[in-house]
């Protein structure tokens, strides 16, 4: 009789240890938890496929107007997402290489600028990607830190297959002096902070062209 | 003559008094994580005034960081037939229950300045922007310290807030997201200061004492950054920079006197809760569309642009 009370106080503990060392998972959960890495890529996808269709300004026209006026710039080009002194630009162009470092490329707009206007980084940060182009929204995500992972990790694919790539192509130029960008990119200002050039872009395309303005 | 007088002034009283309880639109709740925290002082005075101009009767309920008060709250407010819920909850997961509860009881609740991880459930969630906040700090702490110290390894150390806190993670996560790509930093340290200024202190004396190296730290809310400042002092270190996170008034101040916090983040509460004030209101009165989530903006504030501010806003 002691034998199998003992036996079975043993047999109360393993089961004691067992259930509090396990995690009881339904089968069909089971491979479901959440990937950023995957879900922003294909976000990616997603987005390279609506390029095209994203309403883009100017680089040329959104510069002349953030020179001339930068508020009506900003009411006219960007967007505003939440309640914030942000101002998001989706834009397309082409400009001339002044020159390029490891992180990135200085890139002259207008012929008649008298510095390089934009700075084509691979250092990708933030949530200006998703904030710019609306292709992931918040609300589509229950908890927020899921939403700035799967941002954080879409930095690094842009950064890895679109940015990174043209940098080192521009490498192996012998010279980069006849060279012009083609671009769709995307930057934010503060509403109410002067206009600093360069301004850093996030490219979302990059192609190399020979020739001029 | 006298008696005449008094009976007049004493009419004039009671109408006086009549018309304003008449006045009174209803019970509106404000539920703050903490009130041992004077930004948080600041998130719960402004709701309050704004909903009290709007015509409510307002009631503070301080969670003091614990779930469980939070939910006793919640079930006073719910059975004293308030009318709405200004909410800024102790815990993303664990105050789901209770806005719940709030909903199930048709109370409309509108959280301020944290979020919970639910949809469908809380009118709007209207927050500040922590982890671009964290994003912020961490491209002007990379260029700062690259400035200050021109060597190929800068060790630092973080102080975190309350671990099970959202925010502290936002935070942390936006500021990582920035400095580990760079590979001349290295995180020597890492330990939460439960977003508490004397904890502040204690964890830096530590911190110090074990890894007198560190050039910088970050901490996740000013109150932290207040502490390791006094701690870093006190050691006669001038050699190390403190990066804060809230745009407080003593931190505003210490940055504009050229003291070792080099930035903060500026998190505007008195907006968020007049917002949620606003918006409560309109609820009550009938609107029905609000945006769930409502990012709000942060900006980095530093030497070189504390003009603009002043404690928790812009001057």
Not at chain 2, 125 to 145: A, H, P, R, T, W
Request: charged letters at 25%.
């Amino acid at each position: 009789m002691r034998k199998k009370i003992v036996l079975l106080s043993l047999a109360v503990i393993v089961a004691i240890l067992i259930n509090r060392s396990c995690k009881i998972v339904p089968i069909d959960q089971i491979g479901k938890t959440f990937d950023p890495k995957s879900y922003a890529q294909n976000v990616w996808l997603k987005l390279q496929t609506q390029l095209a269709n994203l309403s883009k300004a100017d680089s040329y026209e959104v510069l002349e107007l953030l020179n001339l006026n930068p508020e009506e710039a900003h009411q006219k080009y960007a967007k505003i997402v939440g309640i914030s002194n942000y101002r998001y630009y989706i834009v397309e162009g082409s400009g001339r290489v002044v020159s390029f470092n490891e992180d990135g490329i200085l890139i002259q707009i207008r012929e008649e600028a008298k510095q390089p206007e934009f700075y084509i980084t691979r250092r990708v940060f933030g949530n200006t990607i998703v904030m710019a182009t609306g292709i992931i929204k918040m609300e589509d995500f229950d908890r927020i830190m899921d939403f700035n992972l799967v941002s954080t990790a879409l930095n690094d694919i842009v950064s890895e297959e679109v940015a990174t790539p043209f940098i080192e192509s521009m490498r192996e130029k012998a010279s980069t002096s006849d060279l012009m960008v083609k671009f769709i990119g995307l930057f934010n200002l503060l509403r109410d902070d002067p206009v600093r050039y360069p301004i850093s872009v996030i490219p979302l395309k990059l192609e190399l062209s020979q020739g001029g303005y | 003559m006298r008696k005449f007088l008094t009976i007049v002034v004493a009419v004039a009283i009671l109408v006086v008094g009549f018309t304003a309880f008449a006045e009174t639109k209803g019970k509106i709740a404000v539920v703050i994580s903490t009130l041992n925290n004077p930004w948080f002082v600041v998130l719960a005075d402004a709701a309050k005034l704004r909903a009290q101009e709007l015509g409510y009767e307002v009631t503070v309920f301080d969670s003091q960081n614990d779930t469980a008060k939070e939910s006793s709250h919640f079930d006073t407010i719910i059975a004293a037939g308030f009318k709405a819920i200004l909410f800024n909850p102790t815990d993303a997961d664990g105050s789901i229950a209770n806005v719940r509860r709030a909903k199930d009881a048709g109370i409309p609740v509108f959280c301020i300045d944290r979020g919970i991880n639910a949809r469908g459930i809380a009118i709007s969630q209207i927050y500040s922007d922590n982890y671009y906040g964290g994003v912020l700090m961490g491209e002007y702490f990379v260029k700062f310290m690259k400035e200050k110290v021109k060597a190929d390894k800068i060790p630092y150390a973080e102080l975190l807030g309350i671990l099970s806190a959202q925010p502290t993670w936002d935070r942390s996560n936006g500021f990582h997201s920035v400095v580990d790509k760079y590979k001349e930093f290295t995180m020597v340290a890492q330990q939460s200061a439960e977003f508490d200024r004397d904890t502040g202190f204690k964890v830096t004396e530590q911190i110090l004492q074990g890894h007198p190296e560190i050039k910088a730290i970050w901490c996740g809310n000013d109150a932290m950054a207040l502490g390791a400042l006094m701690a870093v002092e006190a050691a006669g270190r001038k050699d190390i920079f403190i990066f804060g996170f809230d745009g407080a008034e003593d931190v505003i101040y210490a940055i504009n006197e050229g003291r070792l916090i080099a930035a903060t983040v500026m998190q505007f509460p008195k907006l968020m809760s007049r917002l949620a004030a606003e918006w409560a209101d309109q609820y009550l009165r009938g609107e029905r569309q609000f945006p769930e989530i409502v990012p709000v903006t942060v900006e980095l504030v530093s030497r070189e642009n504390i003009d603009k501010y002043a404690p928790y806003g812009r001057k």
